[in-house]
């Protein structure tokens, strides 16, 4: 199997990017920072703070979360509840930041992440991918692009939903997650020493997503038809 791990700060588009780009190469898309916001959104759903390990870990007992792939995408599903457009809130994103700086989530969401690049080819984003969760991955990559330009995209993606922020609020909010992902104690945010950067300040959707294609492309020596037929 080929798994390309895809790591990156919030914002990057890593989420969009990748799945346009396994579309377009037959692999199979894997959203792990849904599953860091569906706990984060679960702990908040029982009214517990994301920031307290004990509280957290209580939380995990009893708790199933599954992907479920449709025509629409990937959907996340916990307890059997469909809760994909749920989690996408700033509110769940600053607790998915803070639930994913505890030992015993990554321990809960390592195998189940693990497993689905064992089976197919897979496009795999998050923020520890090919430190920690596939470090034997195909291909590693940080995705990356410039603070303002990650709010910027974050800010119309938020208005287009039509939620009321301010540019400003959610640059603030960015610059936190990136602190916050890259000073937890337990993998922190940073890139894989043998991993390429790929940066996409001042690109459109169209030409990041090409960009990322044809890096995966040339580095792993294939072409989005071969990786389709095969």
């Not at 390990?53 to 996340?76: C, D, F, M, P």
């Not at 916990?78 to 809130?89: E, H």
């Not at 287009?160 to 922190?188: N, T």
């Amino acid at each position: 199997m080929i798994s390309v791990a895809i790591d990156g700060p919030a914002g990057a588009g890593k989420s969009t990017i990748s799945r346009i780009a396994a579309d377009k190469l037959g692999f199979v898309y894997v959203d792990t920072g849904a599953l860091y916001r569906a706990i984060g959104w679960y702990v908040r759903s029982l009214h517990r703070d994301p920031a307290d390990a004990g509280q957290v870990g209580q939380s995990l007992n009893g708790l199933e979360i599954a992907l479920r792939y449709t025509a629409a995408g990937q959907r996340v599903l916990v307890n059997g509840t469909d809760v994909s457009d749920a989690i996408r809130t700033p509110e769940v994103s600053m607790a998915a930041s803070a639930v994913s700086a505890i030992p015993a989530v990554r321990d809960f969401l390592l195998e189940l992440q693990r497993s689905m690049a064992r089976k197919q080819n897979v496009i795999m984003d998050g923020r520890d991918i090919g430190t920690v969760v596939l470090p034997g991955a195909t291909l590693k990559i940080f995705l990356t692009a410039s603070p303002e330009d990650r709010a910027r995209r974050r800010y119309e993606e938020l208005r287009q939903k039509g939620q009321q922020v301010a540019y400003a609020d959610v640059l603030a909010d960015l610059k936190q997650r990136d602190y916050q992902d890259s000073h937890r104690a337990v993998a922190p945010l940073q890139p894989a020493a043998d991993s390429v950067l790929v940066d996409t300040t001042g690109n459109t959707l169209e030409q990041s997503v090409e960009l990322l294609v044809s890096t995966i492309c040339k580095k792993l020596q294939i072409g989005e038809r071969s990786v389709n037929e095969a």
